[in-house]
């Protein structure tokens, strides 16, 4: 007969624990056991005092409508393999966020493969995830750089520039400082920065690369924050010149940002997308999710909504108010106008849903077009992205 289980937050012997169960269950040392250490919160499972699940947690902010959302971000989960099938990993998640909930998170991200699980416990992917991959050729043919200079190394300025691009889109993580040493150490990054002579920086970008076996060597971006179109062009066109070395440059999943500056400025289609895991939002308290993001200042609706219950189990009556850039979601006896589950919630509260038609084909109810049409809208502002790994 099995020991009972129980869960608590894991102490410095608990911690190695984990990372050898980590290692263990996936196959491999994860590193981030050991380099989050600092900034993550562990929970595990024990069985007779053994760790046989467990996962990270980040309370960080994510911008959406250019406001920061505190989000309890989850990272490097696993469940020990004899320990599968006897849905552990959903007790775990729980446990996983009831900490970063104490603390104040009310939207909560994850990003695994098994995402018929998460979307089980509310979790849903508002953006499809592509790595892309092109050669550098067609890079150095395609774009110019006109009079930027590219800089080696990271500056304040430049990580200023990064969270200011950040607010433009649904999602992306509001870094803290020591994200940009975590993600160095763990990835051993290279950084440039772009800027036309005597003007601010107008682009970030990251990459890495590893030697190949016989010559030249492979490179993968990480980063590509740009300011505007033609600081897009010369970023593309600074990767270009690495064509002696690199025959591919390749941007890691998430990497690059959706819009099409790659691909309506190359002179040939001869570009790979190769689809990966999305991240998943689940919200986990809507009335101050709603109320902490950010909306469009002349946007003014009120529209009866039914949401579906966190567990489940029928939904609640609210009503919707935006106006002069604030919202509110409060209870109402008015049947709702506009009817989401709990996944549906996630995916419009982070811009998934462009359009009505967009929302109706992903099962979205609705009493009227009018209705859904304004609500769609009121997150439509921005777009979502998240290049941020956790």
Same mark, same amino acid.
């Given at each position: 007969m099995h020991q009972q289980l129980t869960f608590t937050a894991a102490d410095g012997g608990l911690w190695e624990q984990y990372d050898q169960l980590a290692a263990r269950a996936y196959g491999h040392l #994860? %590193?981030?056991v050991t380099h989050l250490r600092e900034h993550a919160d562990l929970q595990v499972a024990l069985r007779g005092g053994r760790v046989v699940a467990g996962g990270l947690g980040l309370l960080v902010d994510q911008f959406f409508g250019g406001a920061r959302v505190p989000s309890a971000c989850l990272g490097d989960g696993c469940v020990a393999p004899e320990e599968r099938g006897d849905h552990l990993a959903t007790d775990m998640a729980t446990e996983r966020l009831r900490p970063l909930i104490d603390r104040g998170a009310v939207i909560s991200t994850i990003v695994t493969s098994s995402t018929g699980y998460a979307r089980r416990l509310g979790w849903e992917a508002p953006v499809d995830v592509l790595a892309w991959a092109v050669a550098t050729d067609d890079l150095k043919m395609s774009f110019t750089g006109e009079d930027f200079e590219a800089v080696h190394g990271l500056t304040d300025e430049a990580e200023d520039l990064q969270h200011r691009l950040a607010r433009q889109w649904n999602g992306p993580v509001h870094r803290p400082a020591w994200w940009t040493r975590w993600k160095q150490e763990k990835s051993n990054l290279t950084t440039y920065r772009f800027a036309r002579p005597g003007l601010p920086t107008a682009g970030l970008l990251t990459l890495t690369t590893k030697r190949h076996e016989r010559h030249g060597m492979s490179l993968v971006v990480h980063d590509f924050w740009a300011a505007s179109q033609p600081t897009t062009a010369a970023m593309l066109a600074f990767l270009g010149r690495h064509n002696t070395r690199a025959r591919t440059i390749t941007f890691r999943r998430g990497a690059l940002p959706p819009y099409p500056s790659l691909l309506h400025g190359l002179r040939h289609h001869r570009t790979t997308a190769e689809s990966w895991h999305p991240w998943m939002l689940r919200i986990l308290d809507a009335p101050e999710a #709603?109320?902490?993001?950010?909306?469009?200042? *002349?946007r003014t609706i009120t529209v009866p909504v039914e949401i579906e219950n966190a567990n489940g189990d029928g939904s609640g009556r609210w009503m919707l108010h935006i106006k002069d850039g604030c919202a509110e979601l409060t209870p109402? %006896?008015?049947p709702g106008q506009v009817t989401l589950t709990r996944r549906q919630l996630a995916v419009w509260y982070a811009g998934g849903y462009r359009t009505a038609t967009s929302a109706?084909?992903?099962?979205?109810? $609705? $009493? %009227? *077009?009018? $209705?859904?049409a304004s609500v769609i809208r009121s997150t439509a502002d921005y777009e979502p992205w998240l290049p941020d790994h956790f």
């Open positions: #994860i %590193s981030d #709603i109320r902490l993001r950010g909306w469009h200042a *002349e109402t %006896s008015l109706r084909m992903a099962g979205v109810q $609705a $009493a %009227s *077009e009018r $209705a859904l």
